[in-house]
């Protein structure tokens, strides 16, 4: 399956940015997604995942009340909704497919065999 991030951008501290995740050649409702992001100089770190189904989503303690996962199976698209953006929330921001994830592994890079490109978010203060 082939993932493309975009919707990233410039925006002031406080403001919001919607991030979309397309993919194509896969059965898409059968992927778990997420989310992740790296900050310059920093390693990639989990943001958020939603289930298969879209049942049930998970997020970053750092990123819990302002974000929210969301996706559409009938578009084979993922979205990420970030509100009260704040500077250290700038980064490349990644989303990312996997098959067959468990709960206690839904953070863990390794799980997910699919990746998009990135699409570079920056909060200015």
């Known amino acids: 399956v082939q993932l493309q991030a975009s919707g990233g951008g410039l925006v002031q501290a406080g403001g919001s940015l919607r991030l979309s995740c397309s993919t194509s050649?896969?059965?898409?409702?059968?992927?778990?997604m997420a989310w992740f992001r790296q900050a310059p100089g920093k390693e990639r770190e989990f943001v958020s995942h939603i289930r298969w189904s879209g049942g049930s989503t998970y997020y970053a303690d750092s990123v819990k009340g302002r974000f929210t996962i969301s996706r559409d199976n009938a578009k084979n698209s993922l979205y990420l909704q970030m509100n009260s953006l704040k500077p250290e929330d700038t980064a490349l921001y990644y989303c990312a497919a996997g098959r067959g994830i468990i709960i206690t592994a839904i953070s863990r890079e390794g799980q997910y065999g699919y990746w998009g490109q990135g699409t570079q978010v920056t909060v200015s203060s």
């Open positions: 050649g896969g059965s898409f409702r059968s992927y778990g």
